[in-house]
């Protein structure tokens, strides 16, 4: 698979990376721990070298898959994990002071089985804890050598500047997909001005933009999507536009909708890196082949146009959980 720098740090990844969450977390349907493990060797096999995982995934769970998964060829990926969010009385809750940072890191470093994270992120913005302290927390752990990287999660573009003042940034990883477009309007160029990468996460819209869910599908308690407004039955519905778009694109391109969606992302910038993730192989094998499809400037320009006549129905998130985003 080809390779990507994020931004002008240098650090250099797989076109498309790996999102880890889901193998064991948020969604019902969840790996045993073998399944991931065969799963992430799998697509290291193919090429990806760039994994996205968590403290909080699990919580703990899904960090210690990816260490058993790539303790044999630690070298030769690019593992990105997350601090910040603690579940305090079984309620999620944001705490980046450095004290916690430093507990954290020494977790997530005996969990992943390593030495050493490659790009480490504040999951989402502590208001209780100053940007300022947090960046310096993290330039004290990469002198130590246990950090390699840093970067932000769904953080405003204000944050971003003042933690890249202190310690300057890598990446900042959000949503980003041809249904949640907000990142278009300040977020993208504050970080082609400033030189940081984009990892969009939910790059297939949680699969929704698969096509791979009828207009009334239901979900389980236990997943996330059945919290989501976007995924009740009457957006489904309205929403069902924009997958037949891409399947339009798709029959033409001699590809999928996926891989249409995240060929699209792919275009935008080259220093923008998706992080799709799946729990079957098939998925994980069509979306690296997102990295062969190219878009021309007039397709590109054929699909924003009929991208501006669509109103996708829906908030991405429940209003509590937006409210802990782009601070």
């Keep these: 698979m080809n390779k990507r720098l994020l931004g002008r740090s240098g650090l250099q990844v797989s ?22 493990i065969a799963l992430l060797r799998a697509a290291f096999d193919r090429g990806v070298t760039f994994f996205d995982t968590a403290e909080m995934y ?18 030769q990926v690019v593992v990105a994990t997350k601090f910040g969010i603690k579940m305090i009385d079984g309620k999620q809750t944001q705490d980046s002071k450095p004290e916690g940072i430093k507990q954290s890191i020494e977790g997530s470093l005996k969990r ?28 004290t752990l990469i002198k130590e050598g246990k950090v390699r990287h840093w970067g932000l999660s769904e953080a405003g ?4 500047r003042r933690a890249h003042a202190v310690q300057p940034v890598t990446a900042v990883e959000s949503e980003y997909s041809l249904w949640w477009r907000r990142p278009e309007a300040e977020l993208i160029p504050t970080l082609e001005e400033l030189g940081i990468g984009f990892v969009p996460f939910s790059p297939l819209g949680k699969g929704f933009l698969t096509g791979a869910f ?6 389980e308690k236990n997943d996330f999507r059945s919290l989501v407004p976007r995924f009740t039955s009457e957006n ?3 929403n069902q536009v924009l ?60 699909i924003n146009s009929a991208l501006e006549k669509i109103k ?16």
């Design 15 to 36: 076109a498309i990376g790996f999102g880890c969450m889901g193998l064991d977390y948020a969604y019902s349907n969840k790996l045993t721990k073998q399944e991931g």
């Design 58 to 75: 699990g919580p703990f769970t899904n960090e210690a898959l990816v260490g058993e998964a790539f303790v044999q060829c630690r070298d």
């Design 112 to 139: 992943l089985k390593t030495d050493y994270i490659d790009l480490y992120y504040q999951h989402r913005v502590d208001t209780l804890t100053p940007i300022e302290e947090v960046a310096g927390a993290i330039q």
């Design 157 to 160: 573009v204000k944050t971003i």
């Design 214 to 219: 009828s207009k009334d599908a239901k979900f």
């Design 236 to 238: 489904l519905r309205a």
């Design 243 to 302: 997958v037949d778009l891409l399947g339009q694109v798709a029959q033409k391109k001699d590809a999928t909708p996926a891989q249409i969606a995240l060929a699209w992302i792919l275009a935008q910038k080259p220093w923008i890196v998706p992080i799709p993730g799946t729990t079957k192989l098939h998925r994980l094998e069509e979306n690296n082949g997102a990295a062969t499809v190219v878009l021309s400037a007039v397709e590109l320009k054929e």
């Design 312 to 327: 996708v129905a829906g908030e991405r998130y429940p209003e509590e959980l937006e409210k802990r985003t782009g601070l």
